[in-house]
Every structure is written in C-alpha cells, then in structure tokens.
C-alpha cells in the first residue's frame, strides 16, 4: 500500500547529541512537511519542501535542519536537542496543496 | 487573524452513543475544511473533505457537516465504539497559491464501555 514512513517510531537521544528523523514516502507526493506535535496541541510546521524548494517557518529555531535529497526521502535533523524538543514529529506529504497523508510519527524523547 | 475553534476540548460518551464536534473558523479565503482522527501515538488519518461548495459528507459512520456562511463545521459520530476513542481535528486551508493549514487544537474522545 502506498504509504508514509516514518522511522524510528521511538527515538531516545541525549540532551546536546544530535539526531536524524527520517520519513520516506511511496505515494510520489511532491510536497513534503515536518511537524512538531507536543501534548494536546495541534501538530506545528517547521518546514516543508515544495518539489526541492525548502521553505522554512519564522518561527522554526536554527537547532532544526532538513534534508530532502530525492522526492521519496525527506530528513530532520537536530543539531543539539533541549528538553523542550521531547515532543512527537509527524511527516505529511501532499500532491500540490491537496490533502495531506501523515506518517505515524516518530516520539522523541530527550534525557 | 486566522483561526480555528474547536469544541468541546474534550468528551467522554458510552458506547453505543452518538455525539457531535464542533469547529469555528475564522479563515479567509477558504479553501477547504478537514477533519482528521489522530489516535494516541500516531499521525493524523483523515476522515473527511469538505470543498466550499459541500454542505455534507459521510465516512462511514462519520458524517462532517460545513455552513460557509457562518464559518462552522460539525463531525457526527454515530453509534460510538471504543475504537472512536482519539482526538479529532478540524483543519482549514487558506485558498492560495502556496502552503497555508490552519489547524484546530482538537477534541479528545473518550468512549467508555
């Protein structure tokens, strides 16, 4: 089934170490979202790729970078992860503006 | 300012029961309306879309209801199962030619047995 990917389901990192979320996509959707989810709050963009167009948030802090390096993959990385960044991150992608097909997400947890 | 309400923030109902959310929005222009069901744990499923000329549509025992005018939609749950227990959100995107989603904060459903 087409689909979206999101792995780890669970990630554990240390507070300062880095780490990589991936999300991979089989429905050729040309639009790739990240989405920062905490405890009874909507879900918030940080960033999205429209094709290889990278359009960043305002409010998106500079500790969240992103990766697309083919329209299947798209990455979040986290240079040095705070306690604040615990949260679960959800991909979404969509052909243009259409409707949006979340992964399951990925719960980060920072100690 | 763009926005969406929705209420209530939460809802515990019995099984076998139906019940109704509520979603206000304040954005302009419209594009389209959403309702998506996020079980704990996991991404958003959608469960509805609804353009600016649909006043009506059904999944099921899901049924979303849109006013335009008065800037509301409502998601019908008929006959709740445990199953139903997840938080809905109401999603509106802005009719333009670039990303814009304006997400509501949600409503958690608790179906008790």
């Known amino acids: 089934d087409a689909m979206v990917i999101q792995n780890p389901r669970y990630q554990v990192t240390q507070f300062g170490k880095p780490v990589t979320l991936s999300c991979s996509q089989t429905?050729?959707?040309?639009?790739m979202y990240w989405y920062q989810q905490k405890s009874s709050q909507a879900p918030k963009l940080l960033f999205h790729y429209y094709d290889k167009d990278f359009n960043n948030e305002a409010d998106t802090p500079d500790n969240f970078q992103s990766r697309r390096p083919n329209t299947s993959f798209c990455f979040l990385d986290i240079r040095s992860p705070g306690l604040g960044d615990a949260a679960m991150y959800l991909c979404a992608t969509s052909r243009d503006w259409y409707e949006q097909y979340f992964g399951p997400g990925t719960r980060l947890t920072v100690t | 300012k763009n926005q969406v309400e929705q209420s209530p923030q939460s809802l515990i109902i019995l099984e076998g029961k139906n019940c109704t959310l509520q979603?206000?929005?304040?954005?302009?222009?419209?594009?389209?309306l959403r309702w998506y069901k996020q079980d704990t744990g996991r991404g958003p499923v959608s469960l509805t879309i609804?353009?600016?000329?649909?006043n009506t549509k059904s999944n099921g025992r899901y049924t979303a209801t849109l006013d335009a005018d008065t800037k509301q939609s409502s998601l019908h749950i008929t006959a709740s199962q445990l199953s139903d227990s997840a938080s809905y959100i109401c999603v509106v995107s802005l009719l333009s030619g670039t990303y814009k989603y304006i997400f509501g904060t949600g409503t958690r459903l608790k179906v008790l047995a």
């Open positions: 979603c206000n929005y304040t954005v302009s222009p419209f594009s389209n």
């Open positions: 429905l050729n959707h040309n639009v």
């Open positions: 609804m353009t600016f000329s649909e």
